[in-house]
């Protein structure tokens, strides 16, 4: 039970169970889409970018289509990426990334997920909304895969 | 139920420990696992009979040739099939439908013409004629399910009022469970005058299958599901409609004379089979088919149902739980949801006590959205499944439960 406990900390089971963020964001002038075709996470994601600054931040899946591992991450990266530049939000997400491949434990609370680590079936779930995110600040209008991305 | 006790021997891979425990495999659905007797029969065959088949004149070739055709012997009685040469060897259920599609379907189906599946079909049993019917300017019309989940008799019927060319449907759902009354289906349908397809790749290994009871024209299967090698499979078909359809894959083999500008075919089911034959993929289903005849399939048929008939009932006392599929008429595939506990977290929570589901829309999208889910959890059972299969499955879905804080 103890790699389970790992990997489902209860700051994950926390914002599975209330994510934070969970929102359609009328105002955003970035959107993107990650798909996770294997298993079928589904994540919308909505960024407000003002002068180079995530000003505002939602997501939203579709009933049933996010696991505990993806909208928790989800829901954890706009808590961690809010208010901060854009600039620095990819640096997160390269730091959550290589945290994932087995690098160094990522800053603040995005440390919840080494315990992914044990896992190799469910790293794409925890990267689904990163994903999204460096697709919004691209302003890539394509949907996000995890099945194209080949560093997932 | 079967001596399972005496079943599990056969299959060297149980004897292995899934994340330090006993490995509780109940992906059967998914693929089943291999008797030593089936892995023997491919070892053998490489080691004493391996040739190319139909060609050479030693003594070798022909002895491969005669294992390749013992498994055609095998397959055809196996599932009560019109002729041998009604047997087309192919690499599993999906390239026999899409082989229909492309054969049948291409010579046969014009603009205007509809083609009926059902929303309980997997994907192999929809995609093939959404791509026939895009290129001819045909409809794909997909009959919808009863809240239980079988098929709705009522839409079934107005289906075939558009006189459809094709109709295709699964004699066992691999999503639900539900055992289709694949007879009567074929009635109606050919009444409406239909060809008729049957995905048999969740029949063939749990049910005894009698393609000339059920009457349907096309009937597919995959080895793997089966106990035997991945890439094995057959289409069984009525011998007088395989005459009639053009080749599938050009190529050796498929031929019967090879002129500058022109072919002329090869015999059935040969005309169906160009290339190098997977021969080793053949003899494993003829092994597995054995196996599976000594146990008896009325006697597997009745084990997995009972196992199903105590899944439910034991995960029915866990509250929060969700079981899809008919009360009846089911047969060892039980698809389950628990609270707001995602099926990937309930698959990845059960895997650490040795036991193995799937999760996921089990390649059935249309069937999950009728469902109202994105996912499910779905334990199926084989053979070697047994009482303490279940006990692992139900303590490690009630520790899931406890993770997440279902309310118990």
């Known amino acids: 039970m103890s790699d389970l406990g790992e990997l489902y900390q209860q700051v994950i089971l926390d914002h599975n169970r209330n994510p934070r963020n969970f929102k359609q964001l009328e105002s955003a002038n970035r959107r993107a889409e990650g798909n996770n075709p294997l298993c079928g996470d589904r994540i919308q994601l909505y960024v407000q970018v003002e002068g180079g600054t995530i000003s505002d931040i939602g997501f939203q899946m579709p009933q049933g289509s996010g696991c505990a591992i993806s909208k928790a991450s989800a829901s954890l990266m706009t808590e961690a990426v809010k208010g901060k530049p854009a600039q620095d939000a990819e640096t997160l997400f390269a730091a959550f990334r290589d945290m994932l491949a087995g690098g160094a434990i990522a800053p603040g609370k995005l440390a919840a997920f080494s315990g992914v680590r044990a896992f190799p079936s469910r790293i794409k779930c925890a990267n ?15 949907p996000v895969t995890t099945e194209s991305a080949k560093d997932f | 139920m079967l001596d399972t006790r005496r079943i599990r021997p056969d299959f060297p891979i149980l004897a292995q420990q899934e994340n330090g425990h006993r490995l509780v495999y109940l992906d059967n659905a998914a693929t089943s696992q291999k008797p030593r007797k089936v892995i023997d029969a491919i070892v053998h065959y490489y080691s004493f009979h391996n040739a190319n088949v139909h060609r050479g004149a030693y003594a070798l070739a022909v002895a491969a040739t005669d294992a390749y055709e013992a498994a055609r012997t095998a397959v055809a009685r196996y599932v009560n099939a019109w002729a041998r040469e009604g047997v087309v060897f192919t690499r599993g259920t999906t390239e026999s439908i899409n082989l229909v599609a492309g054969s049948w379907g291409r010579a046969n189906v014009r603009r205007g013409d509809s083609v ?107 080895g793997h599901k089966m106990l035997a090698p991945m890439g094995s499979g057959a289409l069984i078909a009525k011998p007088a409609l395989l005459e009639a359809m053009p080749p599938y894959h050009g190529g050796g083999e498929m031929i019967e004379r090879v002129w500058d500008d022109h ?43 009972e196992l199903a008939r ?23 595939v039980v698809p389950f949801t628990y609270g707001d506990i995602h099926p990937h977290d309930l698959a990845t929570i059960l895997d650490r006590d040795g036991v193995c589901i ?12 009728r469902l109202g889910v994105a996912a499910t959890a779905r334990a199926s059972f084989y053979i070697y499944n047994d ?22």
């Not at chain 1, 999204?132 to 302003?139: E, G, I």
């Not at chain 2, 059902?118 to 809240?147: F, Y």
């Not at chain 2, 009482?387 to 118990?408: H, N, Q, W």
Request: with cysteine; proline share 5%.
């Open chain 2, 387 to 408: 009482v303490d299969d279940i006990d692992a499955l139900v303590t490690a879905v009630r520790k899931a439960g406890e993770l997440f804080g279902v309310p118990a």
């Open chain 2, 263 to 305: 072919s002329t075919w090869n015999k059935i089911p040969h005309k169906f089979e160009g290339g190098t034959p997977n021969v080793e993929a053949a003899v494993g289903l003829g092994a597995a088919i054995t196996y599976l005849e000594q146990l008896g399939l009325d006697k597997v048929a009745a084990h997995e149902q």
């Open chain 2, 116 to 222: 009926v599946v059902t929303a309980m079909d997997h994907h192999s049993n929809i995609v093939p004629w959404q791509i026939l019917c895009q290129e001819k300017g045909a409809t794909v019309r997909m009959v919808e399910i009863t809240e239980d989940g079988r098929i709705d008799l009522s839409d079934f019927g107005r289906a075939l009022e558009a006189k459809p060319k094709i109709v295709a449907f699964p004699y066992v759902s691999n999503s639900l469970g539900t055992v289709n009354p694949a007879a009567q289906l074929s009635k109606l349908a050919h009444a409406a005058g239909a060809v008729t397809v049957v995905d048999g790749a969740q029949s063939s290994p749990h049910l005894r299958v009698d393609v000339q009871a059920i009457d349907c024209d096309f009937y597919a299967l995959s």
């Open chain 1, 128 to 142: 689904l909304a990163w994903h999204a995110l460096h697709a919004a600040l691209q302003n890539s209008a394509a």
């Open chain 2, 310 to 332: 105590l899944a439910i009932e034991r995960l029915s006392q866990i509250e929060g739980i969700t079981i899809y599929g008919p009360r009846d008429h089911r047969a060892g």
């Open chain 2, 358 to 369: 799937r999760a996921g829309h089990h390649c059935t999208q249309p069937l999950m959205r």
